[in-house]
């Protein structure tokens, strides 16, 4: 294929999720309608520092298929990969004194999206915990959201709506 180009995609290096990158590699070499000898061959392509060298050192002619370097390469990443938290991390989370609700909701969706198995009640009640802003908190008791996508679009409207004027305050 003289004229394949390769996709962009960042360089493995050995600290990021394995799995996700491995995802997001083979996503993006199907996308480019390539075969597994492609994607084999151009894997190493996407390898830095300690990946790099160790797909320096496997036996040659011992893999015969992408996803059995996929199996090898998720093995020997397997530490790499992100450790979900425990919902009691959100406790942790309160609005600073200058922060902005905008910049504590972030933090928060942050967190929220590293939690193994989030109890909905148990997140909405450490929102209410964690922000100052009152007409938020009040919001939250008198319309309880249902699911998560409902707390982040409450939470988003007194971002976009109160955040202004709290400004001017």
Not at 126 to 145: E, F, G, Q, W
């Amino acid at each position: 294929m003289p004229n394949f180009d390769l996709p962009r995609l960042d360089l493995y290096d050995g600290t990021m999720d394995q799995l996700e990158y491995l995802q997001a590699y083979k996503r993006a070499m199907e996308f480019k309608g390539t075969n597994d000898t492609i994607m084999c061959r151009a894997f190493s392509s996407y390898l830095k520092r300690v990946a790099n060298s160790w797909y320096g050192h496997l036996k040659p002619k011992s893999i015969s298929s992408f996803r059995e370097l996929g199996r090898e390469f998720v093995t020997y990443f397997a530490n790499s990969r992100a450790q979900k938290k425990h919902a009691d991390a959100l406790l942790a989370l309160q609005q600073g004194k200058e922060e902005t609700l905008r910049s504590l909701i972030g933090r928060f969706r942050a967190e929220l999206s590293q939690i193994k198995d989030p109890n909905h009640e148990m997140v909405r009640a450490t929102m209410k915990s964690a922000v100052h802003y009152r007409n938020l908190k009040i919001a939250l008791n008198i319309d309880p959201p249902r699911d998560f996508q409902e707390l982040m679009a409450v939470a988003d409207k007194y971002v976009n709506n109160e955040e202004p004027f709290a400004m001017e305050r």
